[in-house]
């Protein structure tokens, strides 16, 4: 007779081993922006042209159920173009939070 596993082992284990569904360019872009409102509030403003560029890159490469995906030298040419946008938005980021923990009165995590 075998020996039973504790139900908390057994799902544990079925998570770490379950084949997870990519979340895709679109909702992780989602998530980014609901960590950059958490973070940063109302100077989060200042990320929008950025964040609008990643928007349609989004779109571009992932069009969704009956879209048509651009050609090769397209894809190319929006992921150049989104990794060139998330760089300046990285830096953009940091600038923002050294300015969001000034106005917290200089507090930092």
Known sequence: MS?????AAASARERS???????GMPRRLEH???LMEAELGALRAGTEPLVDTLRQ???AL????GGTRPAPKEREA??????????VLEDVLEGL???SRADAGGRRD
Not at 17 to 23: C, F, G, K, S
Request: charged fraction near 30%; proline fraction near 14%.
């Open 3 to 7: 020996e039973a596993r504790p139900p």
């Open 17 to 23: 081993t379950a084949v997870r569904e990519p979340e």
């Open 32 to 34: 980014l922006e609901q």
């Open 57 to 59: 890159g989004a779109r």
């Open 62 to 65: 992932e069009p969704g159920p």
């Open 78 to 87: 929006w992921r150049a173009r989104l990794l060139q946008s998330m760089d």
């Open 97 to 99: 939070q050294l300015a």
